[in-house]
């Protein structure tokens, strides 16, 4: 099982750049999430979609975009990367069919803004 | 936005032994669920535990037990037998029932398992 697959594993951009990072589950979840990982900052939510058709902002949206393309895919867009924008990002997904059920998560993109 | 902390950024233990990783939560609610997850080097997020809050009886996963308490907003993992592979970064999480769909984490504690 593929479970939650992220692309790309690494990138680097220059200030001012744009990139689109990937996600998609196959495990048929109603919910998906985009989480970046700091040092010293445990896990901060960025955007989610609680079903297809839906987003909703999370603790950290500003300078990002979100599409959920269908119920498989969740794209997560920096239009203007910055410097602070150096993470590790992480995709999620969860099934709505148990109160009690985790997140899933993908492998993480290391993103360096220079 | 709820706040989860864990106050021991790095934490240490004899392989073989047991540990405590602390975790305290803040919430006005009474139902929710709390999770462990353990990240290793590899930077995968695998969930080791999880409780409801309405048990009162704490989760067991073969080594990997909590302390729950719900008065205190307390969610302790122990790690009994400590192995080598437990070497990772422990995060603790809370979810609400009710307003439900984000959860929250706390910042983290690393765990170095010594020979």
């Known amino acids: 099982n593929a479970g939650v697959t992220q692309t790309p594993k690494f990138q680097v951009l220059k200030t001012g750049q744009s990139m689109t990072l990937q996600c998609a589950q196959d495990m048929n979840h109603n919910s998906m999430y985009w989480y970046r990982q700091d040092p010293g900052m445990g896990l901060r939510l960025i955007y989610y979609?609680?079903?297809?058709?839906?987003?909703d902002k999370g603790e950290v949206p500003n300078g990002y975009n979100v599409s959920r393309l269908n119920k498989r895919e969740f794209s997560l867009r920096l239009e203007s990367a910055a410097p602070s924008q150096t993470s590790v990002y992480f995709c999620?997904?969860?099934?709505?069919?148990?109160?009690?059920?985790?997140?899933?998560f993908g492998n993480g993109t290391r993103l360096t803004v220079t | 936005a709820q706040t989860v902390t864990q106050s021991q950024p790095e934490m240490s233990v004899q392989e073989a032994e047991t540990v405590t990783l602390s975790c305290t939560y803040d919430t006005s609610e009474s139902d929710y669920y709390l999770f462990w997850y353990k990240q290793p080097p590899s930077r995968q997020m695998i969930l080791v535990i999880r409780q409801e809050a309405y048990k009162q009886q704490n989760a067991t996963e073969n080594r990997f037990s909590v302390n729950f308490q719900k008065a205190a907003k307390s969610f302790s993992l122990k790690i009994s037998d400590s192995q080598l592979g437990d070497a990772a970064m422990y995060f603790c999480?809370?979810?609400?029932?009710?307003?439900?769909?984000?959860?929250?984490f706390g910042t983290g504690t690393s765990l170095t398992v010594i020979p």
């Open positions: 999480a809370y979810r609400s029932a009710n307003t439900g769909n984000q959860f929250y």
């Open positions: 979609s609680a079903s297809e058709g839906t987003t």
């Open positions: 999620a997904s969860r099934t709505q069919g148990a109160p009690n059920s985790p997140l899933h």
